[in-house]
Each structure stands twice: as C-alpha cells, then as structure tokens.
C-alpha cells in the first residue's frame, strides 16, 4: 500500500451568514422551516449499529412555541436497546479504531462541507422547530458552530499526533494516541445543536465508539445530526443513538464492564450524581473511565465605574436574553457601579422593552418560546419569587404564558441584596438579577462576584481603566473558565475561545480543543533499541 505523511486542510471558522430582509437565504430557510412544520409528524427511530429501530411506545414532540402542533414522535427505547446500542458500538470498534486517522478525518471534514451545504436549512430549520431558536441563533448554533467544531478538531487531532518524543543516538522513541478501550456515552443537553453533535464524534474521530443519548426536547434535530453522518459515511455502529430515559441508560452503561468515558453537558446536579455512580461502579470497568463535563453557570458581568453606560446596557441585553438566556454561558448577575445605574438602566429598559416575542417563523422576534412546560414552570417560579422579596424590584418584564407556547417576558430584577436567591441560584432562563454597588467598592464587590457562586464558566468586566481590568483578571482567577473583556459572557467559537469552566461548572476540558480530544485517547510509549545490550556488566563495574 501507498504511505504518505498527510497534512489537513487549515480550519477556518464558517461565516455566519446574516439572514437580512429580502435576502435569497432568508427566504429560503424559512421556507424549510415552513415545509418541516406543516409536513407529516416524523417517526424518529434510534440508530442502532445498521439497523433504524422502532419500538412500541411513541412519544409527541412539539414545537415549544406552538405546543398543540406535533412535529414527530420518537420511539422510546428500554434496557434491550442500550444494550444492542453497546453491543454494536463494540462490534465496530476493531475496525473502527484500526482505520487510518485521515480516512476518519476525511468523514467528518466530509460532514462539515455538508452542514455548510445541502443539510444547511434542514439543520438549521429543525433546530428552529424544535428548540424555538430564531434564525440567527440557530445559524450560530447548529450550522456554523457544529461546522467549526468538525473542522477544528480534524486540524487538532492531526496537531496531538505530530506531537512526539526526542530520541537519543542508538533508540526510537514514538507515542502512540490509542483510543480508549470500550466504549463512549455521549449525554447531550437540548440547547445547542451543535454540542450534541461535538459530544458524540469528538470522541469517534479519535478512534471510539459512542452510544449517545440526547435530550429529549433535542431529538427532532438529533435525527437530523445522525442523517448527516451517515450522509458522509460514517460506518454503522460507531455513533449509536438511543432514545430512553435516563435511568434506564444508566443502569446499563454505567454498569458494563466496557464502559470507558462520559462525555456529558448538562446540569451540576445530575453530573455530580454520575460521578458518584461511576465511583460505586469502579471495580467493575476494564479501565478508569474519563470523566468529562460542562455543566452549569451562573455567569457575572461586572461594570467599573469607568465603563460606557451603552456598552454595558448591551451587553446585558444581548448576553442574558439570546436564546432567552438557556445558554449556560447567559449573563444572569450583574454588579453595576452606582455612578452608572442610571443610565445603564434607561438604556437598558428601552432595549429589552423594544425585544418582539413569539414564533422564530416571524424573523423580527428576538424572543422566542422557552423549551418546555418544565423548565417554563421553574423559571417562572423565580419571577413569582421576587414579586413577592421586599429585596428586589422587577424593572422590566415579569409576566408569563403558556397557553400557545411557553412563552416568558424577559425579566430584569434589581435586588438590595448581592446574596438574593436570583443572584446564586442558576435560572436557565431569561432572568437577568442587578446589584448596584457603590463605585468605590470595586475590589470588595470582585469579592464578592467570587464568593456568590458554586459556578465558574464564564464571566465579564467592562472596563476603559486598564488598571481596573487588570485587577479583575487578578482576583477573578479562578471565578470563570471563559472570560471577557469589554463583551457579554457568551458566544465563544471554535478556534477562538475553548469553551469550559471549572468548580461547579464542570471539568474544564474545553470543547473545541485539543485539550478536549486529549482525553479519548489513551498514550502508549514504544522505544526500540537498534542494537541490544549482550552482558549485564556496565562499566562501572569494572
């Protein structure tokens, strides 16, 4: 056979495209939404090695802003299928991990010009549909970020294969990146589209086989994530997509002896309950499993009293209510300086007073549905809670209903108090909690941004005194894993800013790195010796 050392197309992240009015792209993702709306519900079959598998018991899954209109049922799998799911992730991994690392490059640099392509609209559309994002958090989301993440890690895997050890005259030192011996879970969350699909092939391209359980209020897109893998040719078995509760997959994955990692975004709570799970289950695996996970945040924008009054506002708006602030990144704690208040406040008002809610069909909604009755409950019982505190005083928004879809007015709350419950308490929700500070507290108030929260994922400070900035990196250190100067706390890209945060905010491993990557391989070192040794004598002894 022919041998060559390959080089990987440089990554470049995807243009965002902009879905102005009157534009040809505007129109025609719409008109995909449409058509995917009005189209017979879909049934949703999990993957299963070769086999698209049905069962018995169908579950609706509904549009979160329209929940009277059903788009699909997903078919909802028990102990049997994870086990199959397992059982055929086992059975591809010989072949799957003995495959040269550019034939599986080229897979998924394959499914990335797909995505940018032909599967653009759809992915995108159904992430619309389905997690009522509208069309510009979506392209963000599910079509460019899911792109870079596919190209990006093709370069950074060729980037930790290049990396290997000196040798000295008479030897060869070479490091070999095996992937890990069984298999992955992948447990996905239902705001991006693009996490879900990183969560399941990053460890795949690194040689493993996964079984992968999305959220239930993400399958709708997660069907179309596996259409896009097999569309670029994925072999079967490698990525296996079951749809069960959580209790059900846990019981088996997490008690066979194979099981080899978790890939996991989702809440501090549930990670922490896996990882006692895991612990209880040690003895049992072939190996120590790698623990990997993003959780939740409970993400601070501090204002010095130098900053500007209108980039602070926007920063506010765009960073807690995109995506109606369901994105573990959201600003939802704010520290502004006393001499600023005022006009932070004025500016801000009339910005999120001007959002337009309603269906992400009607491109000029900022806001749209949040993502369920369950989660629509729990954030609307916040609100409910700071009407009644004589602590805190809503200055925008308040009111909710969910007799369409679920629908939240996004809510300013200011509070006397900086340990208010809306202050410390993740919300996942578009609830943004102010506490003015007085301007020559600066130093005690990042005391205090670091004390508040069990969480450090991401964090920003809004600054023109260079000093003031250089004294919130300093006592901050340790408070974000992801942090921003003169931005909102969110939207990192690939290649950019390596997202991730640790304390109660997950492991650090930062998706959309090499770091990430280093985790689903396991090194083997090889020295060979040209000419052994032929007596035990060293001179020495002489």
Same mark, same amino acid.
């Given at each position: 056979?022919?041998?060559?050392?390959?080089?990987?197309?440089?990554?470049?992240?995807?243009?965002?495209?902009?879905?102005?009015?009157?534009?040809?792209?505007?129109?025609?993702?719409?008109?995909?939404?449409?058509?995917?709306?009005?189209?017979?519900?879909?049934?949703?079959?999990?993957?299963?090695?070769?086999?698209?598998?049905?069962?018995?018991?169908?579950?609706?899954?509904?549009?979160?802003?329209?929940?009277?209109?059903?788009?699909?049922?997903?078919?909802?799998?028990?102990?049997?299928?994870?086990?199959?799911?397992?059982?055929?992730?086992?059975?591809?991994?010989?072949?799957?991990?003995?495959?040269?690392?550019?034939?599986?490059?080229?897979?998924?640099?394959?499914?990335?010009?797909?995505?940018?392509?032909?599967?653009?609209?759809?992915?995108?559309?159904?992430?619309?549909?389905?997690?009522?994002?509208?069309?510009?958090?979506?392209?963000?989301?599910?079509?460019?970020?899911?792109?870079?993440?596919?190209?990006?890690?093709?370069?950074?895997?060729?980037?930790?294969?290049?990396?290997?050890?000196?040798?000295?005259?008479?030897?060869?030192?070479?490091?070999?990146?095996?992937?890990?011996?069984?298999?992955?879970?992948?447990?996905?969350?239902?705001?991006?589209?693009?996490?879900?699909?990183?969560?399941?092939?990053?460890?795949?391209?690194?040689?493993?086989?996964?079984?992968?359980?999305?959220?239930?209020?993400?399958?709708?897109?997660?069907?179309?994530?596996?259409?896009?893998?097999?569309?670029?040719?994925?072999?079967?078995?490698?990525?296996?997509?079951?749809?069960?509760?959580?209790?059900?997959?846990?019981?088996?994955?997490?008690?066979?002896?194979?099981?080899?990692?978790?890939?996991?975004?989702?809440?501090?709570?549930?990670?922490?309950?896996?990882?006692?799970?895991?612990?209880?289950?040690?003895?049992?695996?072939?190996?120590?499993?790698?623990?990997?996970?993003?959780?939740?945040? $409970?993400?601070?924008?501090?204002?010095?009293?130098?900053?500007?009054? *209108? /980039?602070? +506002?926007?920063?506010? =708006?765009?960073? #807690?209510?995109?995506?109606?602030?369901?994105?573990?990144?959201?600003?939802?704690?704010?520290?502004?300086?006393?001499?600023?208040?005022?006009?932070?406040?004025?500016?801000?008002?009339?910005?999120?007073?001007?959002?337009?809610?309603?269906?992400?069909?009607?491109?000029?909604?900022?806001?749209?549905?949040?993502?369920?009755?369950?989660?629509?409950?729990?954030?609307?019982?916040?609100?409910?809670?700071?009407?009644?505190?004589?602590?805190?005083?809503?200055?925008?928004?308040?009111?909710?209903?969910?007799?369409?879809?679920?629908?939240?007015?996004?809510?300013?709350?200011?509070?006397?108090?900086?340990?208010?419950?809306?202050?410390?308490?993740?919300?996942?929700?578009?609830?943004?909690?102010?506490?003015?500070?007085?301007?020559? $507290?600066?130093?005690?108030?990042?005391?205090?941004?670091?004390?508040? *929260? /069990?969480? +450090?994922?991401?964090? =920003?400070?809004? #600054?023109?005194?260079?000093?003031?900035?250089?004294?919130?990196?300093?006592?901050?250190?340790?408070?974000?894993?992801?942090?921003?100067?003169?931005?909102?706390?969110?939207?990192?890209?690939?290649?950019?800013?390596?997202?991730?945060?640790?304390?109660?905010?997950?492991?650090?491993?930062?998706?959309?790195?090499?770091?990430?990557?280093?985790?689903?391989?396991?090194?083997?070192?090889?020295?060979?010796?040209?000419?052994?040794?032929?007596?035990?004598?060293?001179?020495?002894?002489?």
């Amino acid at each position: 056979m022919a041998n060559s050392i390959v080089s990987v197309p440089i990554a470049v992240n995807e243009p965002v495209r902009s879905y102005a009015s009157g534009s040809k792209e505007r129109e025609s993702l719409i008109n995909t939404y449409k058509n995917l709306l009005q189209q017979e519900p879909v049934n949703i079959p999990m993957y299963i090695g070769s086999e698209k598998v049905y069962s018995e018991q169908k579950v609706k899954l509904t549009p979160p802003h329209d929940h009277q209109k059903v788009i699909a049922h997903y078919n909802k799998g028990n102990k049997s299928h994870v086990e199959a799911a397992i059982n055929a992730a086992l059975e591809a991994r010989t072949k799957w991990a003995a495959m040269p690392w550019e034939e599986r490059a080229s897979i998924f640099l394959k499914a990335a010009d797909l995505l940018a392509g032909p599967f653009r609209n759809k992915m995108n559309a159904a992430t619309m549909l389905a997690q009522s994002k509208n069309v510009f958090q979506a392209e963000i989301d599910a079509a460019c970020e899911l792109i870079d993440f596919l190209r990006f890690n093709v370069q950074y895997m060729a980037e930790i294969f290049s990396g290997q050890p000196e040798s000295q005259p008479g030897m060869w030192n070479r490091l070999q990146y095996r992937p890990l011996e069984g298999f992955v879970f992948a447990l996905t969350p239902f705001n991006f589209t693009s996490i879900a699909g990183n969560l399941s092939v990053s460890p795949a391209l690194m040689g493993n086989v996964v079984v992968w359980k999305p959220a239930e209020t993400q399958i709708y897109s997660a069907q179309v994530i596996m259409e896009l893998f097999q569309a670029a040719g994925l072999p079967d078995g490698v990525v296996n997509m079951v749809t069960v509760d959580g209790a059900t997959i846990g019981d088996v994955v997490f008690g066979h002896k194979e099981f080899a990692g978790i890939h996991f975004t989702g809440s501090t709570g549930v990670f922490r309950q896996l990882w006692k799970t895991i612990s209880n289950n040690i003895e049992n695996y072939r190996s120590y499993p790698r623990i990997v996970g993003e959780t939740g945040g $409970k993400d601070f924008v501090v204002a010095h009293k130098s900053a500007d009054a *209108s /980039e602070v +506002a926007t920063a506010l =708006a765009r960073g #807690a209510f995109e995506f109606q602030g369901q994105k573990c990144s959201a600003a939802s704690r704010a520290y502004i300086p006393s001499n600023l208040w005022p006009e932070v406040k004025s500016i801000l008002t009339e910005q999120v007073t001007s959002f337009k809610m309603g269906s992400p069909e009607d491109t000029s909604n900022f806001i749209n549905a949040v993502i369920s009755e369950k989660a629509f409950k729990s954030i609307s019982s916040y609100i409910d809670y700071a009407k009644a505190s004589a602590d805190a005083e809503i200055i925008c928004g308040g009111n909710y209903d969910k007799s369409v879809g679920y629908f939240i007015e996004p809510t300013v709350i200011v509070t006397t108090d900086p340990k208010f419950k809306t202050m410390v308490e993740e919300i996942f929700g578009p609830v943004l909690t102010i506490y003015v500070y007085d301007e020559n $507290k600066y130093e005690e108030t990042l005391t205090l941004v670091d004390e508040t *929260s /069990e969480y +450090a994922l991401t964090g =920003a400070i809004l #600054a023109k005194d260079r000093y003031a900035i250089n004294v919130a990196l300093e006592k901050l250190e340790h408070a974000a894993g992801n942090f921003y100067i003169n931005d909102k706390p969110t939207g990192a890209v690939v290649g950019q800013q390596p997202f991730g945060g640790a304390r109660g905010s997950g492991t650090n491993d930062k998706a959309g790195s090499s770091l990430n990557l280093l985790r689903w391989v396991s090194a083997r070192t090889i020295k060979e010796t040209f000419v052994p040794a032929k007596d035990y004598r060293y001179p020495f002894l002489g």
